[in-house]
């Protein structure tokens, strides 16, 4: 993979073209095959089949949420939510799991029967936690776009390039009003407390991406701050909702929160290694986007630990199209991208353990719900797009 699409930025014949070429084998090692099930094992255990029907409820409830009375502004903002279009659903889905995970006391058959209102209710509520945050996921893209002049998105254009840069900030605002309506109606401080501080990590997240210093952007320790605030804060303190609407201890409450952001992190660090392996097709959005904007991710720090040479291209910056081939060069030579993957897997572990670290329960939709948890951990880092 990472060969078909460094062929088709470089210049055949350049020195970094020729080393791609001879090491064809070594490279199947950088785009592993995604994770996968026999059909049956599959159907029975994966996570997205196994709250699709919530999923569906979900969207639906979304594309009511976005409704407005200005033509333009309802076209824009239910953009992402249309059918076919809502992308893979994957912190809803993880939420939707969460709240069974974590409905410990509520789902033991002891507390069944004059109980199922309080359990209707309460899920309903959890619902909307997913809800919200995906509608503040969506603004983030929104806006994201517009600050990167993106053109594509999901494998469609993107709505800044459809729509304008205009329509397109109002639409990711008029999202983020609208799930602060929503959030409003839980009437619970606390959860309002977590998922606003959300809002402001995105912000933080993306100013400190814009504005980095030198030092700043050779720092793997910045950028893993970076990636918590822009990726990792809004799945972990909605997790952390989850458990709290759920009426969990703050110890438990804890766990929710450490799954969704060494999940998120996991998922980011993947995003960063797929932006030099996969292809634009399989991404849905442009290949090689990150350090054509000059922004520095974890393989081309990781190479830098091996080449200190390659500093001095990051410090000239990567409007010239030949800093980037000697960076890729420099990339292809080090274990910047399995370093990527290593560091990824070892979040992917710590989600995991937080899972192992709950209350036992002996309730199997309570189990089952963990087990699809788990494997989020592992096909995060071994999906391919």
């Known amino acids: 993979m990472l060969f078909s699409r460094i062929s088709r930025i470089r210049r055949p014949g350049s020195n970094g073209f ?16 995604a994770y996968s099930y026999s059909s049956t094992h599959k ?52 939420l939707l799991l969460m709240a069974t995970a974590m409905n410990i006391s509520i789902l033991e058959p002891s507390l069944r029967g004059p109980g199922d209102a309080l359990t209707t209710e309460l899920r309903a509520r959890q619902q909307r936690i997913a809800e919200i945050t995906e509608m503040i996921h969506v603004a983030s893209l929104l806006h994201d776009d517009v600050l990167d002049d993106a053109d594509t998105r999901r494998g469609i ?21 609208r799930a602060c309506v929503a959030l409003a109606s839980l009437k619970n401080t606390e959860v309002v407390s977590l998922l606003a501080k959300v809002v402001e990590h995105l912000v933080t997240g993306e100013t400190m991406q814009m504005t980095t210093t030198c030092e700043q952007r050779c720092s793997m320790e910045y950028y893993m701050q970076k990636t918590y605030y822009k990726t990792a804060s809004l799945i972990s303190n909605s997790c952390k909702a989850i458990a709290l609407l759920g009426g969990q201890t703050s110890e438990v409450a804890m766990l929710a929160y450490e799954y969704g952001k060494n999940l998120g992190l996991a ?22 986007s990150d ?15 091996e080449f200190p040479q390659l500093r001095e291209v990051v410090d000239r910056g990567f409007d010239d199209p030949a800093n980037v081939d000697v960076a890729l060069d420099y990339l292809g030579k080090s274990r910047g991208i399995q370093r990527a993957r290593e560091l990824a897997k070892k979040h992917a572990n710590i989600a995991a ?22 494997d989020l951990t592992e096909r995060v880092i071994t999906r391919t797009k």
Not at 51 to 57: G, H, I, K, P
Not at 353 to 374: G, Q
């Open 267 to 288: 998922y980011q660090l993947i995003d960063d290694v797929l932006d030099f392996t996969g292809t634009s097709a399989s991404l849905g959005k442009g290949s090689l």
């Open 43 to 94: 159907e029975q255990n994966d996570p997205f089949s196994l709250v699709a029907d919530e999923l569906s409820m979900v969207a639906n409830r979304l594309r009511s949420m976005v409704v407005t009375e200005v033509p333009k502004l309802a076209s824009a903002a239910e953009y992402f939510f249309k059918m076919g279009v809502e992308g893979k659903r994957f912190r809803p889905t993880v």
């Open 18 to 33: 020729r080393w791609f070429l001879s090491h064809k084998t070594h490279l199947q090692f950088l785009n592993p095959p």
């Open 291 to 305: 350090i054509r904007h000059g922004i520095i991710t974890a393989p081309i720090l990781f190479a830098m630990e």
């Open 353 to 374: 353990e937080a899972i192992d670290s709950l209350p036992e329960s002996n309730d199997e939709d309570v189990r089952k719900s963990r087990r699809a948890l788990l």
């Open 157 to 177: 254009g993107s709505l800044n390039f459809v729509m304008g840069n205009k329509l397109a900030v109002l639409a990711g605002d008029f999202l983020l009003s």
